[in-house]
């Protein structure tokens, strides 16, 4: 039976200036279940850090409520908050001289006071937190030298040391290289699997978030929010609320978004893989139609067309250009 550590119920939320109030989000109902990632997707501006401000309690709702284990999140006081409660947020600014092991350490600052005095129980939490992240070789390097990734790694240990049931991290692989991305995603929905926790990951990246997620929370304007599995969302088509217009389409045998005229239009034959990538190249080099059919075979790659082979996508393009 799975567990929701937060629950949303009609929550109405926004911002208010003097007697004004303007609502970004109304009518929202959510879970979020323990030992799942769920990962919050929708178009800029359609309010997803006003949600996870709720969720962190400090954006009191308009009209609903927020319930953290069964208890609404404001009669929680700010420290109570800070042992359920871990966020990572995009922190352009830490003390460059700071060492990881000591940003890490400062996670244990709810359970050990400003003193920040750390027993052996605390020295432990804070080693384990290093090597589930991979980073223990780091410990002792300065912030300001080393990588985007590698700073993110240690945020993401410190969340883990400050040992929240509930994890919160607003866009964690922005400016992340495509392999740190896949290795942070990863490496969150291991911890929400083998640690019980509650991970809500906010994030643009559908692609690595379709690869890593247990579950997704679409936000769009004007609709309701839609929970489910990923692969639920993409087979019932509920995915293109992602996408603004017709523009753009989930293409579902691919698993990435495409333009709506990047449909197959060559005629070109052979495995189906092959085939989308010759047929992409083509189309980028304003092949429009041709007189005959392409066959591609593979093991080694060949493209045969009106008698001729070529070995390269680049050798038929020149030839026919
Ligand atoms: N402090 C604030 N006061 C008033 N309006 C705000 C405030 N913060 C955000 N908004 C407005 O709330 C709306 C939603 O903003 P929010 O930052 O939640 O969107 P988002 O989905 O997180 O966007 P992005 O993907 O660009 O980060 C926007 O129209 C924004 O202008």
């Not at 404001?74 to 800070?82: F, G, I, K, Q, V």
């Not at 600052?109 to 939490?125: A, S």
Request: glycine letters at 8%.
């Amino acid at each position: 039976m799975r567990k929701a550590s937060i629950i949303g119920r009609n929550l109405s939320l926004g911002y208010s200036k003097g007697n004004m109030k303007k609502e970004i989000l109304n009518g929202l109902e959510f879970e979020l279940f323990s030992g799942e990632m769920t990962c919050l997707l929708g178009p800029n501006g359609v309010g997803k850090s006003t949600l996870v401000k709720a969720v962190l309690g400090q954006l009191k709702p308009f009209r609903g409520e927020v319930l953290l284990h069964k208890k609404t999140i404001s009669e929680y006081s700010n420290e109570e908050l800070a042992k359920e409660l871990s966020v990572v947020l995009t922190e352009p600014f830490l003390p460059g001289n700071m060492t990881v092991v000591q940003l890490v350490a400062m996670g244990r600052i709810p359970h050990t006071g400003w003193t920040g005095k750390l027993e052996e129980k605390d020295k432990e939490v804070v080693r384990n937190a290093l090597l589930a992240t991979k980073i223990e070789y780091l410990r002792d390097e300065r912030l300001s030298e080393i990588s985007d990734g590698q700073r993110q790694k240690a945020l993401i240990a410190r969340a883990l040391a400050q040992d929240g049931k509930v994890m919160v991290l607003d866009e964690p692989t922005a400016h992340l290289d495509l392999v740190n991305r896949y290795e942070i995603m990863h490496l969150l929905r291991e911890i929400a699997k083998t640690q019980g926790k509650s991970i809500l990951v906010v994030t643009h990246d559908l692609e690595i978030a379709l690869e890593t997620a247990d579950r997704f929370w679409l936000l769009n304007c004007g609709t309701p929010l839609i929970s489910g599995l990923p692969e639920d969302l993409v087979i019932s088509g509920q995915i293109n609320q992602l996408l603004p217009g017709k523009k753009f389409h989930f293409s579902v045998e691919k698993g990435r978004i495409e333009l709506e005229n990047q449909k197959r239009k060559l005629d070109i034959s052979g495995p189906e893989d092959l085939v989308s990538w010759v047929s992409k190249a083509l189309e980028k080099a304003g092949f429009k139609e041709l007189d005959e059919v392409i066959e591609v075979s593979e093991n080694p790659f060949s493209l045969s067309y009106k008698g001729l082979v070529y070995s390269r996508i680049e050798e038929f393009i020149e030839a026919k250009l």
